[in-house]
């Protein structure tokens, strides 16, 4: 078998897997599981302008939260049903970061990450500033009776696993393709060498903002469907905390890996949850982690697994 046929073998068997789950996981696994799927997505999103096109972001909780509220306010406010809702909520992603490529791309480095940083908070203060209509700190909640699309209750504990897994398939999938194209090729050597991608005749600004819009649409989607699933909306998922979240998942998992922001965010989300029932000091465990996975693993887990063993691995 081709290493491709390989690669598309695992990645399937990993979403039947998941599917298998959704009947045999204890109650408390299972909404963990569709919990970990969604931030998943939000890790695949900053992946592909991390781990493959070797951007830092510092503000990717302005996407996560854009999609969050694009959904939540139009539910909330304008009596729209779920599906409408996660599509205005992927289309304020995808302007947002339409806008926030087109004048951080105009900087390199750690210029990029302090633009992007600057971005997050005025959408954080954003949100607090309009507090009559986003209740600010406090949030609001999506009550279940506006969780229900085509007769399909989505605050049931099944109905949400699939939602969760359907959303994460389609962006696993899609990052699998993505890099296959020219376009994902091509990003991974901006990667590598901007500058001799840059001779070898590619716009290099265009393939940055394509990365910029990819990563903030489906970071987008992935709050559209965090807060449309566990019912929730609030400013804290605006915080610069929810911008190092996705960067510390990915590279646990491995940057520029395909199963690495799932590996990375089960083993992350896993980590506190156990350490947090033996400390108050959960987030030092999961510093200590961190630390030593960078000292003997700096590549991530599925990164460390394709150099030693599986080279296939995309």
């Known amino acids: 078998m081709s290493d491709t046929g390989k690669s598309l073998g695992l990645h399937l068997g990993l979403l039947l897997l998941l599917l298998a789950l959704n009947w ?10 569709a919990r970990i799927m969604v931030l998943a997505i939000y890790a695949i999103g900053y992946n592909v302008l991390f781990g493959y096109t070797g951007l830092l972001s510092l503000g990717h909780a302005m996407f996560f939260a854009a999609g969050m509220y694009g959904m939540g306010l139009t539910i909330r406010h304008l009596g729209w049903s779920p599906g409408p809702a996660v599509i205005a909520g992927i289309l304020s992603g995808l302007g947002l970061s339409v806008v926030v490529g087109l004048l951080a791309l105009r900087t390199t ?19 607090l500033y309009f507090t009559e209509y986003t ?28 939602a969760a897994l359907a959303g994460f398939a389609i962006c696993l999938m899609l990052t699998w393709f993505l890099i296959r194209h020219p376009f994902g090729k091509t990003l991974i050597a901006i ?6 991608a840059r001779m070898l005749g590619y716009n290099v600004y265009r393939h940055k903002l394509g990365a910029v819009i990819i990563s903030g649409t489906i970071s987008a ?24 979240f996705p960067l510390l998942w990915v590279l646990l998992g491995g940057a520029g890996t395909i199963l690495g922001p799932f590996v990375g965010t089960l083993f992350m989300f896993y980590l506190i949850d156990l350490s947090s029932e033996i400390t108050t000091a959960y987030m030092l465990v999961a510093g200590v982690a961190l630390v030593l996975l960078t ?17 296939w691995l995309p």
């Open 24 to 33: 045999v996981l204890p109650a408390y696994h299972h909404g963990n599981l």
């Open 221 to 244: 989607l992935a709050g559209a469907l965090y807060g449309l699933l566990f019912g929730y909306a609030g400013a804290t998922f605006a915080t610069v905390q929810y911008s190092i």
């Open 135 to 162: 209740r600010g700190d406090e949030g609001f909640v999506i009550q279940q009776a506006q969780r229900i699309w085509a007769g399909i209750d989505l605050s049931d504990a099944h109905n949400r696993y699939l």
């Open 191 to 196: 990667r590598e060498n901007e500058e001799r």
């Open 295 to 311: 000292l003997f693993a700096p590549q991530g887990f599925m990164g460390e697994l394709r150099t030693r063993l599986i080279r």
């Open 109 to 127: 480095g750690v210029a990029f990450m302090i633009v992007t940083l600057m971005f997050a908070q005025s959408v954080f203060l954003t949100i």
